[in-house]
């Protein structure tokens, strides 16, 4: 929950996951070996897990942020030319 919120909040409420889609992907992240969990309470003292990035994460966020950013600049130029 606190993710999702998280990631709303920072994306000015633009972005939204829905827990259905968070959390599969959280698990998938975690096969990679791209984020670490651990059980613990949460703020509201309630048993909650953490995710952590991990070294390899980090590079694989790095990629892929370049990588969208390479998108992005193909889309724009794109558009202008229309």
């Known amino acids: 929950y606190a993710i999702a919120k998280r990631i709303k909040e920072c994306s000015a409420e633009l972005l939204s996951v829905?827990?259905?889609?968070?959390?599969p992907a959280l698990?998938?992240?975690?096969?990679?070996?791209?984020?670490?969990?651990?059980?613990?309470?949460?703020?509201?003292?309630?048993?909650?897990?953490f995710y952590e990035l991990t070294a390899e994460g980090r590079k694989q966020l790095e990629a892929e942020s370049e990588g969208f950013d390479r998108m992005v600049a193909a889309i724009q130029l794109v558009l202008k030319t229309a």
């Open 18 to 23: 829905e827990e259905g889609s968070l959390y």
């Open 27 to 49: 698990n998938r992240m975690l096969v990679k070996g791209w984020v670490t969990a651990q059980w613990g309470l949460s703020e509201t003292n309630r048993k909650a897990r």
